[in-house]
């Protein structure tokens, strides 16, 4: 291709007519002049630019496609070449496309690879190394393969031979694995390093050379390509391979690896292991008890021993072989503020909660994690931190002064005791009195408390959550009501805050609907408010709406109400493009209709196609159509893909138990068995601290649905 000013026909486009992700693309062509330009820090901020609009957060557009032309055109002229190369790769590497069809920007990319190719034989390294990278991402085998092939041939660089070794390996990795000389001692660690990785995406046999191989090459973290960022971290990366093959020997692989590496004498190599167990236990069932004792015997020191913590506390009881690594540290000078005391208590309450306990007791007001931790001991859908008399007492004082109380304490505290229920009685004083400095915290907890005492304790805290209703404080007023079954205070409490409007709404909707009929008199009230928040689509106002709706239908009773206010949140959500959680919370409480909330059907249909948003419709759908017009096996595999995709495996579990025995084909049963029993998480996202907590959840009911679906006769 004949090399033409990179900007030549640049003004006859009509970029206000295209789209990037701040709207019309107008703003291009001064942003691909700045790249061309003497002034260095202007091309900079237009890189940057462009980043943020045509290659935005890895989604690109319609104008991105017509940039692309000449970005191409300005990196074979020599203006900013790896850095514009960089972002061309990124771009033909995306699949996130927006307004676009897809594999357009790709192409395009791949249509000027005439200008690209030359740039491998750059006299730069960097700029070899790059359109290395960039060209392989096009796709285009047919020429971009043998140019890397030449490339190698001929490459002296081994950060580029690493990099073109790469890109050969994704055009066609069976070429890349077949480079076995790569593998050779003699070779430098970056090409070796490739090199591995050209095998495991190959799917070549992991052997005793490919794992010397990469043992040999640790510490590898400084063998990281900048351009690869899924390979950020190399043995993490190697390990997520193995297992992602699922395959009880590349498992074995993967935790020899690990194991090694844990053991080995260097702490840069045993961090890299801790890294790599992460993920291994991140994405693998049998990787926590499998590696618990390497990581024990990782935690050699103070500074290991805490960079082992935070893991171990997500592998819970599994990691309790490891207590002992923590205990002395935790126990540490627990009179004074010691951050690293504090995060091994922290880990020490998920691992061994009896143990934890007096070591918290003592250090209570300076152990503000290992707080946090036990009062979200282990989740909210779990049995609460075990009790313990010293720290019963150590509650005891902290609340009793109030003015020493910062953050989330007053929450944590109150949880502790909330969880242990009558046996915080002797607190009772205590949390009475902080009800006036602490409300929301400390009502419920004084109920819980509360409702298994002796006459005298229920009698006090009813007196106290009465004076504070009666200032119309609504946690107080629910608190009596849940004790005493006071229905007035909370009335007027719930329509206060109801027609104090914005987010209070959905706050008080929830408890006026747990009233049912007797709540009546708040109807009024959330009638106006449905009325005031008709026609929003943020995201708050749609689950304003259907909170307001649930409500209303669990106090009157009416569908037609109902049912208008969800077809409203349903048709309104498809304006919104972040309301695939507010359809989803729509339709479980479509759910609640049953068969009167059948009008919704063709709304649910619609949404069935989302994985995030099917077990919930899919939920709703058992409950509200015409049963004879379900196809209950193609809403199970609905379920099932949910599941898989780790979209809602939760939720579609709870899909499946509404869909029953007879949705499920031999097929789907297959599986449901490896969501019950096999090695690969299931849920595999989220908040890091639940993963696999919430992987086990999801797994236990996956095998007992197992368990109902073989057997249904029995139960």
Known sequence: ???????????????????????????????????????????????????????????????????????????????????????????????????????????????????????????????????????????????????????????????????????????????????????????????????????????????????????????????????????????????????????????????????????????????????????????????????????????????SVIDTASLLARLGRVAEPAADVLAPLAARNPHQDDDHADRALAALVRVAPAQAAPLLAAGLGRRPRALGAAAGFPSPAHPAFPYDDDLLDAVRDRLARPGALSGNEPWQLTHLLAGWGADAAPALPELCAALRHHPSQAAGAIARVAADCGPGERARAVTSLRAAAARGVLPAAQALYDLDGELAPLLHCLEQELRRGAGHVRDAAGPAGALGPRGAALVPALREALGAAAGGTTTPALDTDTALAEALWRITGDADEAVAALDSVFARAERNAWSRWSVVRAARTTTLLGPAGRPLTPRLEAALDDPAQAPAVVTALTAVAEPASLDRVALAAAALRSAESDADPAGACAALEALGAAAMTDDHLRRLAALADGDARVVRSGIEDRIIEQDEAVREHARALLRAFSHPATA
């Open 1 to 303: 291709m004949e090399l033409a000013h990179p900007l030549d026909g640049l003004e006859a486009r009509p970029w206000q007519s295209f789209s990037h992700a701040y709207g019309s693309a107008e703003d291009l062509p001064d942003l691909l002049r700045a790249l061309v330009g003497t002034d260095a820090g202007a091309a900079d901020e237009a890189l940057s630019e462009l980043y943020g609009s045509v290659l935005h957060q890895g989604t690109v557009y319609a104008a991105s496609a017509e940039a692309a032309p000449f970005l191409a055109a300005i990196a074979a002229a020599g203006h900013h070449t790896a850095d514009v190369l960089t972002l061309l790769g990124a771009m033909a590497e995306s699949e996130d496309e927006h307004g676009v069809a897809p594999g357009t920007v790709r192409a395009v990319v791949a249509d000027r690879l005439p200008l690209l190719l030359p740039l491998l034989a750059a006299p730069e390294p960097d700029v070899r190394r790059t359109a290395a990278w960039a060209v392989s991402h096009t796709r285009a085998t047919a020429s971009a393969l043998p140019a890397l092939r030449g490339r190698w041939a001929k490459e002296p660089e081994p950060a580029v031979r690493a990099e073109v070794l790469a890109g050969i390996a994704r055009l066609d990795p069976q070429v890349a694995a077949a480079a076995a000389t790569a593998l050779e001692p003699s070779q430098p660690a970056e090409v070796r390093m490739a090199a591995v990785f050209a095998h495991l995406d190959a799917d070549a046999p992991w052997t005793e050379t490919t794992h010397t191989t990469m043992l040999s090459l640790l510490p590898a973290d400084d063998l990281r390509s900048d351009l690869d960022h899924e390979r950020g971290e190399p043995l993490a990366a190697v390990v997520e391979a193995l297992l992602g093959r699922d395959r009880r020997p590349e498992r074995e692989a993967a935790f020899a690896l690990v194991d090694a590496a844990l053991h080995d004498v260097r702490a840069d190599v045993r961090a890299e292991g801790l890294w790599a167990a992460d993920r291994a236990c991140t994405l693998s069932r049998s990787a926590p008890s499998r590696l618990v004792q390497s990581l024990r015997a990782a935690a050699v020191d103070e500074r």
